[in-house]
């Protein structure tokens, strides 16, 4: 991992079945090597499972703003883990007021602005209307939505995309 920034499979294993414990004391362990990783290399937990990366950042928030770890496990264990058909009502009405789109748009505009320079055709923005733009609007906040509703609302969550001008077979990406 220190090397190569790639997390080993046993590691993922050994933290999405951690994830899942009931043990406060385990998952407490796991959140804190999931810690580590992420201050190490925030990109390095990119390829874990997003409900994985969804809990271990939730427990991370709750436990940086003072809440005790037991009781920021167990929220975010709800959260990612036991999401109820309320909540996942409650998910899909907040996606569709326009403060969750503003918020959406924000992250996207913030993401272009990450990889300027990396667009064929100049840096899009939320309301380009070229096909380019197009296609990364809507793999971006298609992506952004699944990863906000998997990680129980988070919206820092939705953020961790695997952002869409990464993926090599992509037309907007420039070969």
Do not use: C
Request: glycine share 8%; proline share 5%.
């Amino acid at each position: 991992m220190a090397q190569t920034g790639i997390i080993p499979s046993q590691v993922t294993t050994q933290l999405s079945a951690i994830s899942r414990a009931r043990s406060p004391e385990a998952v407490r362990q796991g959140a804190e090597l999931f810690n580590r990783l992420y201050d190490t290399d925030p990109a390095s937990v990119g390829d874990m499972p997003k409900d994985m990366q969804g809990f271990y950042l939730t427990v991370k928030q709750l436990t940086d703003s003072g809440m005790a770890s037991e009781t920021a496990i167990e929220q975010a264990q709800n959260l990612t883990y036991n999401q109820t058909d309320a909540l996942k009502a409650q998910l899909a009405s907040t996606q569709s007021t326009k403060e969750y789109k503003k918020d959406r748009g924000k992250a996207m505009d913030s993401a272009v602005s990450s990889m300027s320079g990396f667009f064929s055709w100049g840096n899009p923005s939320a309301d380009d209307q070229t096909p380019e733009a197009a296609r990364f609007r809507n793999d971006y906040q298609s992506l952004y939505d699944i990863n906000y509703r998997t990680t129980g609302g988070n919206a820092d969550g939705g953020q961790k995309n695997d952002q869409p001008a990464d993926r090599p077979h992509m037309e907007y990406q420039r070969g």
